[in-house]
């Protein structure tokens, strides 16, 4: 492996002196002081730099492989009855990782009794909202009762959803989230609101810990599509922290439920705001935060993205060209941003009336956007008058009518976010670290056996932040000489969702974003 040398080349205020007689914690209409003064927040700036961390989930399903059932691998091999057992289970294939369950872990307890003939253990899976689940009991009940020996079979199901590996380096509130769902159009009146709520009412349908984090400042739209009993969000004096309102067991946050209304604010005030009631709210251990993404691709979305650790994004639409030229601005902003985008949602693809289907917006845009950038899942939703009503009742459609047509495409989609989140999470990200050894910074492609070598000193010669080059003459401040050659980083670590934050001896922080291939 050859050693590579590259060329060179606002905030919220929260007061909480008049504490209330809830038990201490105070209305957050209250609390939420919001001024320019105030605002002392400033998007992070990420400079250029010679690589790209693609993404920071290795997903616990790794780890839980690791950690499978140890006794079963050597049993599996002697012949013994949990050998006998594991074998069989071994038959069962997880669709999404390709693997066995027993491979992935999944087999937990095991206890046998041979006199009696009785078996019993038990299944933990990735996520509660697995929609395979059910399959998974059938078919482990099957295999081992088909077993000579075996007189009776007892299968619990279980769930220990994934945890951000990276979890000490997100904020507190983010850090027992498994994973977080972008819903975006980039185009406002698509039906991003509606697909965000039906979407996330779903997952917990779906047995999922759920909550909602309506990211439009300007025009938040959840207070108006739920109807919470409570309807101002409270804020705990002691820990400092915003506790989410409830709706039928969904965690809901909104800027319209800080008692503000909609907000007349700057724009780095705002992504203020967005990241405070995002990053310090208590949403507990979810399963999927679903985030109903602002219109644009401009700081505001940035700022999300650069904040919180995206695991997929939705993209809505609709069949008009127009909403495709603004959609596809959305998609390439994810894909610059290392974020997949799963699956497509055409909102007002058709209705049917007198026996026929019509078009009344035409077809294609949705297609489109699949095609011309690769996206695996399209989903096409009606022209509903109870669709359109609910969002206005308070009700979201999936929960009025959980049997409808809408609901069967909303149960669709989420079985693909679900699958396509569980196959993200397992993929082995790039993987940036430092070998003492040869004293080299290694990087390792994903989905690939190839690795690159950099010299720490090439890194490090070639940033391009403020301090390194001037920004208004493009002047390099940074000399070849004034980095030694032995000079060696004190940290590497992920930054964010798509970035490595590297520590060097002299106390700077040089963070990369890009990678390009580097030849000699």
């Known amino acids: 492996m050859q050693l590579l040398h590259a060329p060179s080349w606002p905030h919220l205020s929260f007061q909480t002196s008049d504490r209330n007689s809830k038990g201490g914690l105070l209305s957050l209409e209250k609390c939420l002081q919001l001024s320019t003064a105030n605002c002392s927040f400033q998007p992070q700036k990420l400079e250029r730099s010679i690589w790209v961390s693609h993404k920071r989930n290795f997903f616990s399903f790794c780890a839980t492989k690791a950690t499978s059932v140890e006794a079963g691998s050597s049993a599996a091999s002697s012949g013994t009855a949990e050998g006998d057992v594991l074998k069989a289970l071994s038959q069962i294939i997880d669709p999404d990782f390709g693997t066995d369950i027993v491979t992935c872990g999944f087999v937990k307890d095991l206890l046998i009794d041979e006199a009696s003939g009785e078996v019993s253990f038990r299944l933990e899976l990735t996520t509660p909202a697995c929609p395979i689940k059910d399959m998974f009991e059938q078919q482990a009940n099957e295999v081992v009762a088909r077993l ?22 997100l904020p507190a509130g983010l850090r027992r989230i498994s994973n977080i769902v972008a819903v975006s159009s980039c185009k406002g009146g698509v039906g991003k609101s509606t697909v965000a709520v039906n979407l996330a009412y779903t997952l917990a349908g779906m047995g999922a810990r759920v909550g909602v984090f309506d990211a439009d400042v300007y025009g938040p739209s959840l207070p108006t599509m739920v109807s919470p009993e409570n309807r101002l969000l409270e804020m705990n004096p002691e820990k400092r922290t915003i506790i989410p309102t409830d709706y039928l067991g ?166 693909c976010v679900v699958q396509q989140c569980a196959k993200i999470r397992q993929q082995v990200s790039t993987a940036v670290t430092y070998d003492k050894s040869i004293k080299a910074i290694r990087i390792k492609v994903p989905d690939s056996e190839e690795e690159f070598l950099l010299h720490p000193a090439t890194v490090r010669r070639n940033d391009h932040s403020a301090q390194s080059v001037d920004e208004w003459t493009g002047e390099q401040k940074l000399q070849y000489g004034d980095i030694p050659e032995d000079i060696e980083p004190e940290e590497i670590r992920p930054m964010g969702n798509y970035a490595v934050s590297i520590t060097w001896p002299d106390g700077f922080s040089q963070i990369t974003e890009r990678f390009v291939k580097i030849c000699n």
């Open 148 to 169: 000579p020996w075996v007189k009776k079979v007892a299968v619990t199901m279980s769930a220990q959803p994934a945890k951000p590996i990276f979890a000490g380096d």
């Open 250 to 415: 969904v965690k809901l946050v909104s800027f319209g439920f800080a008692g503000q209304g909609r907000a007349i604010m700057r724009g780095p005030m705002v992504s203020g705001v967005i990241d405070q009631l995002l990053t310090t709210s208590e949403w507990g251990e979810l399963d999927y935060l679903v985030i109903d993404m602002p219109p644009g691709t401009g700081d505001i979305q940035l700022t999300l993205c650069q904040v919180v650790p995206l695991t997929a994004a939705v993209i809505v639409t609709t069949p008009q060209k127009l909403a495709f030229i603004d959609v596809a601005k959305g998609v390439r902003m994810f894909s610059k941003l290392k974020v997949p985008c799963v699956a497509v949602v055409e909102n007002m693809s058709h209705f049917d009336a007198d026996g026929k289907r019509y078009y009344p917006f035409g077809r294609g845009s949705g297609s489109q956007v699949v095609q011309q950038f690769g996206i695996p899942h399209l989903f096409d939703l009606p022209i509903r008058p109870t669709l359109s009503a609910s969002g206005d009742s308070g009700t979201p459609e999936v929960v009025a009518d959980p049997q409808g047509e809408v609901a069967q495409t909303f149960q669709n989609l989420g079985v």
